[in-house]
């Protein structure tokens, strides 16, 4: 046994003084043959070293350019942003207090802040962290709220601020969230562009709650961005498509309606609302049954449940679930379903991944588009590009008739 451990010593002692002298042998070629050294010999090795170290340098020479480039021909190309840049720091400070950054005002100002300075710096992550402004959602409401008021044209969305979306998100059912979504401080661009890792942040990892949010956020572009479409009286709408309208106090009402009322309890912070009931396929009769704690054993309790869903939902919705039941894949929206938590701090220092295929509600496949005619009127307002209708191929309803 002492021979066995001797052996395992020595083995290691060698592999260590190798690894050194490996180590210290490449320190020796690099301070040999640094990129301002000349070359007075004619060593192959130290030639070929020589010119892999000067390829580098320049390398990164030509991005530092390039960056520094990018940085000096950052300038105004409308009057919102010759306007946005002109701002002096005591603007700064009244604009922050606008979008609800406020927080931040004295550590910009210390800074000297302008505005042409903080359209640079909501540009880069980094720089919004080196600057003070060390939350990562914090970070994209204020490199949203500068882009759109570097933007050529006004947007509705840029007037909801996050007291807004935090009574919004207990409308729809999630109370749980409210305060949440307040210290936050999501807003109406942020909400409408949200994403999956912006919901990590959050702490929503439940596939029901997420499923929610993403119609509701839906629901909200199909109503024309309207503030209050979800206070719309419900006596005033017909048809299927009042479920657009509906918060999840008018599937309360239903549910009383309907000789359910002893079952409403259960939904508490669930997040049904009439539009996840209306638009998401997943979600069937089933998941209203397992959401109000009845189960197929119950037969008669779960025929009425089945049959007063559908009849709410109207023929084409009742008949577009069917077929998305019949697909290979599939899958039940379970209200009941817990996701394993993962932990994501708020403060994070790397810099978010927040593209077109992250978003919880891209634009093409969830646009804002015309309201319908029996619908209250009001002007759909989608991102600063164009928006058109779903395209061909894409197997989100759009139609709610």
């Excluded at 939350?135 to 007037?159: F, G, I, M, W, Y």
């Excluded at 949200?194 to 949010?213: G, Q, R, V, W």
Aim: proline share 4%; glycine share 4%.
């Amino acid at each position: 046994m002492c021979v066995w451990c001797v052996c395992v010593y020595v083995c290691a002692v060698q592999v260590w003084v190798c690894m050194c002298a490996g180590v210290s042998h490449m320190i020796w070629l690099l301070y040999q043959v640094t990129p301002n050294q000349s070359l007075n010999r004619s060593d192959p090795q130290r030639r070929s070293l020589k010119r892999l170290l000067s390829n580098a340098f320049k390398r990164r020479k030509d991005v530092l350019e390039e960056d520094a480039q990018q940085t000096t021909t950052l300038e105004p190309s409308n009057p919102r942003s010759e306007a946005f840049f002109a701002m002096s720091t005591d603007d700064i400070a009244k604009w922050l207090a606008a979008v609800g950054l406020e927080m931040y005002t004295e550590v910009l100002q210390s800074k000297a802040v302008n505005g042409a300075k903080l359209a640079f710096i909501a540009t880069n992550y980094e720089e919004m962290m080196s600057n003070g402004i060390v939350n990562t959602l914090h970070c994209r409401k204020l490199k949203l709220a500068v882009e759109h008021s570097l933007s050529d044209q006004s947007c509705p969305l840029d007037s909801i601020g996050h007291a807004w979306v935090a009574e919004w998100i207990k409308d729809i059912g999630l109370e749980c969230y409210q305060q949440t979504f307040h210290d936050a401080l999501i807003d109406g661009n942020m909400l409408n562009s949200i994403t999956f890792e912006d919901l990590e942040l959050l702490d929503i990892s439940t596939p029901f709650h997420i499923a929610s949010i993403q119609r509701g956020i839906q629901a909200f572009r199909l109503c024309g961005y309207q503030k209050d479409y979800l206070k719309v009286p419900v006596g005033t709408l017909k048809g299927s498509q009042k479920l657009l309208y509906w918060n999840a106090r008018h599937v309360l009402e239903w549910l009383k309606s309907v000789e359910l009322d002893e079952y409403t309890g259960m939904l508490h912070n669930m997040g049904i609302h009439g539009a996840v009931m209306l638009l998401d396929d997943q979600f069937s009769a089933t998941s209203l049954a397992q959401a109000l704690g009845i189960s197929q054993t119950q037969s008669l309790l779960w025929s009425h449940v089945y049959k007063k869903f559908m009849e709410l939902v109207g023929p084409v919705a009742a008949q577009r679930k069917l077929d998305a039941m019949r697909s290979k894949s599939y899958v039940h929206l379970d209200p009941l379903l817990k996701a394993k938590k993962r932990r994501y701090s708020m403060l994070r220092n790397s810099k978010p991944k927040s593209t077109d295929e992250d978003s919880l509600c891209p634009l093409d496949k969830f646009p804002a588009i015309e309201c319908q005619p029996s619908l209250p009127q009001a002007s759909p307002v989608g991102s600063r590009k164009s928006i058109s209708t779903a395209s061909s191929n894409s197997n989100i309803p759009y139609s709610v008739t």
